[in-house]
């Protein structure tokens, strides 16, 4: 069964940082391309930033270019997400999620919760 557990988030002032940690369980997660959204409330989900599987290409959405790394740690099965010079509007719901490639199908974790503000 394949499991993500974000954790990490939490109440931070503009300026701040955080660093979000996605725990995954139940699949090949070294051999994975793992990927995080996020959803601010009454939007919908935005693609944040991705960390492709065998040589490791990331890529972020120019809304977090240059403030938020991507990063994974495949002997520990874990994907994080370093954000610097945190901005109210970052403020969302964050999810991991991956992607079989075989079935298609879309796993994501529950979320952790980010909240910037003064």
């Known amino acids: 069964e394949v499991q993500l557990v974000e954790s990490g988030g939490g109440l931070v002032q503009p300026g701040g940082s955080l660093r979000l940690s996605c725990a995954a369980a139940g699949f090949t997660f070294s051999n994975s391309a793992m990927t995080w959204v996020r959803q601010a409330p009454g939007k919908g989900l935005e693609w944040v930033s991705r960390f492709s599987s065998g040589v490791g290409f990331t890529s972020d959405a120019d809304s977090v270019k240059g403030r938020f790394t991507i990063s994974r740690d495949n002997a520990k099965n874990t994907l994080y997400l370093q954000m610097n010079s945190l901005k109210p509007e970052d403020t969302a719901v964050y999810h991991c999620?991956?992607?079989?490639?075989?079935?298609?199908?879309?796993?994501w974790g529950q979320g952790t919760q980010v909240t910037v503000s003064s």
């Open positions: 999620g991956t992607r079989n490639t075989t079935s298609g199908y879309e796993y």
